[in-house]
């Protein structure tokens, strides 16, 4: 023990030099742990109604919107972090009008809303950082309003969920200043179309999204899923700009995601005794998913499994056969993400030929 005491510092310095990712990590579960506080407050929840969960819709659109935020200045960090905040209820609030109106005239279910969500979140990634997370917490919203039931009724309550997501994201943000600089992931190949040209790769990816999206809605229709979101979900975070890469993603994920799932099962009898440390460990492993992130995708599928285990069972959910669906309607999400990247517009890696005396051309 002792030596693993005097070793973890140099280590977290080797994989964390300069401390920026724990720092993040800090400061997403300090944006969540915020609106969720800040949702208590009476003078601003008076007028929701109590069926709403405001502090869930706040603390996820905070804690979503500091994932996807990645400014290396206070003030384009604060700017961006607010559009996120406001696309993720932008998210909601299309879910909330669209799904009685598909009820009534259509006789589906608000989960065809996510298929939306599902493409714009591939396709979105064509105009940079701040259009990728846009896409992202478009779904995030739809994502939050479905779990939650939302209605045209509660668009006063998503309006609120925003602006204490703006403060308990931003807030963090203001005062973590240039000590906190932002990790990307490395750079993905360089993607071209196998039958179109004229097809953007992001285009061809929302569309493989939104068609393995739609498969899962089919099976949940036959076979009456779990958490279908969750396959969902899957479907939408692992279709990269290559079939190679997505099919690597999956891989990952889906690793991760056994291995965090059991971790999280084991701590189901700590989670009825001793609540506070489950939020302890769940907030550990947050720091752990932002400082693997860009690297490392399957310790931070993982570390998230881990966390939504765990803090589903500390809010009372104690069904394993519901906890254990997030592993297998996961692994179901990728393997349609594969089947989809390889059959629905293909995006493959351009094979440059390598001239004598040329330099081959990084990928971007």
Same mark, same amino acid.
């Given at each position: 023990?002792?030596?693993i ?27 969540y $742990?915020l %609106? ?5 407050l ?9 069926t ?5 819709? @706040? ?6 919107a ?7 200045t206070? %003030?384009a960090?604060?700017r961006?972090l ?5 696309a993720?209820a932008?998210?909601?609030t299309?879910?909330?009008l669209?799904c009685?109106w598909?009820?009534?005239h259509? &006789? *589906?279910g $608000?989960?065809?809303?996510? #298929?939306?969500? @599902?493409?714009?979140a ?6 940079? *950082?701040?259009?990728a997370?846009?896409g992202?917490q ?6 939050? @309003?479905? $779990? ?7 668009l006063?309550a998503?309006?609120v ?33 196998a039958?179109?040209? &004229? #097809? ?19 099976l949940?229709?036959a ?28 891989r ?17 009898? #700590? ?8 939020w302890? %460990?769940?907030s *550990? %492993? ?9 690297? &490392? ?5 993982g !570390? ?16 394993? !056969?519901?906890?254990?669906?997030r ?6 999400? $990728?393997?349609?993400?594969v089947?989809m ?24």
């Open positions: 023990m002792k030596q005491v005097d070793t973890l510092p140099a280590w977290l310095d080797r994989v964390d030099p300069g401390a920026h990712r724990r720092i993040k990590g800090l400061r997403l579960v300090t944006a $742990g %609106a969720l506080a800040l949702a208590t009476n003078t601003l929840t008076s007028s929701v109604p109590p709403v969960p405001l502090g869930m819709l @706040a603390a996820g659109f905070a804690l979503w500091s994932v996807s935020e990645a400014r290396a206070r %003030a960090s604060s961006d607010a559009a996120l905040c406001v993720a932008a998210g909601a299309l879910y909330a669209l009685p598909l009820d009534t259509a &006789r *589906v $608000g989960e065809w809303i996510l #298929i939306s969500g @599902a493409f714009l591939p396709w979105l990634k064509r105009y940079g *950082v701040l259009g997370g846009i992202s478009l779904y995030i919203g739809q994502l939050l @309003a479905y $779990g939650a039931h939302l209605g045209p009724s509660d006063p998503i309006g969920a925003a602006l204490i997501a703006m403060v308990a994201a931003i807030v963090p943000r203001v005062l973590s200043g240039p000590s906190e600089q932002p990790a990307l992931a490395p750079p993905a190949p360089v993607a071209m179309p039958r179109n040209g &004229r #097809i953007t790769p992001e285009f061809a990816m929302g569309l493989q999204a939104a068609a393995a999206a739609l498969v899962v809605i089919a949940n229709s076979f009456d899923l779990t958490e279908s979101a969750w396959a969902i979900t899957a479907c939408v975070y692992v279709v990269t700009q290559t079939a190679e890469g997505t099919v690597e993603r999956v990952r994920r889906i690793v991760g995601t056994l291995i965090g799932v059991p971790l999280g099962l084991a701590c189901l009898p #700590i989670a009825a005794h001793a609540p506070l440390a489950i302890v %460990a769940a *550990v %492993a947050m720091i752990v998913y932002a400082m693997a992130l860009p690297e &490392r995708y399957d310790i931070a599928c !570390a998230f499994a881990f966390t939504l285990i765990v803090t589903l069972a500390a809010s009372g959910e104690h069904s394993v !056969a519901f906890l254990v669906a592993a297998w309607e996961t692994i179901v999400g $990728g393997l349609l993400g089947v990247a390889w059959v629905v517009l293909p995006l493959k890696t351009p094979h440059v030929a390598h001239v004598r005396g040329a330099v081959p051309r990084e990928s971007s």
